[in-house]
């Protein structure tokens, strides 16, 4: 689609640009002021879990889809807004707690990649890549576990530089397609 055949999409070279400078200036916000945009994140999903649980209170919606308010909806939408408001006034403490929920993710899942590649049928190439995952699975749950403050803050620092680096790309794209359509 170029340009000129859709008058409301507005210009790809500008929102490429935009896209571009604005995750540039989120990833350098994140590599230099790690501190802030972890305990920023955390007030969002605080916000969010609040947010979350006064839905379910509210509309009595389940995630499966159900539209019917029962006791358990209306005790998880209640313990939702608990936590919510538990992130909000003990940021740091929910930051390790998340971290280790992280970690036990990490490690289920190292731990599920090891058996498959252990005991499955796949082929020889498919069940060494599935060691290699489950292996290093299992050495970043451990990881996570050690200490889960330095963790968290590695992984704004890796998200910095994949926001700074994707702002790159954007705006290369950007000047692409800007030259494709000239």
Do not use: H
């Amino acid at each position: 689609m170029t340009e000129n055949s859709c008058p409301m999409c507005g210009s790809t070279f500008g929102s490429l640009l935009a896209k571009g400078i604005l995750m540039i200036i989120l990833g350098i916000l994140m590599m230099v002021f790690t501190l802030a945009s972890l305990f920023a994140s955390e007030i969002l999903l605080a916000v969010l879990l609040i947010f979350v649980g006064i839905t379910l209170l509210t509309a009595g919606t389940t995630f499966f889809g159900e539209v019917k308010r029962t006791w358990w909806v209306v005790l998880l939408g209640i313990l939702v807004i608990l936590f919510g408001i538990l992130a909000l006034i003990f940021p740091a403490i929910m930051l390790v707690y998340a971290m280790y929920v992280l970690a036990a993710a990490a490690l289920i899942g190292g731990v599920t990649d090891l058996a498959l590649a252990l005991m499955g049928t796949s082929a020889q190439v498919n069940r060494g890549l599935l060691a290699v995952s489950g292996i290093l699975g299992i050495i970043l749950g451990i990881l996570f576990l050690i200490n889960p403050i330095i963790s968290a803050f590695t992984i704004v620092e890796i998200a910095g530089i994949f926001f700074f680096a994707f702002g790159i790309v954007a705006i290369i794209e950007a000047f692409m397609a800007k030259s494709a359509t000239a």
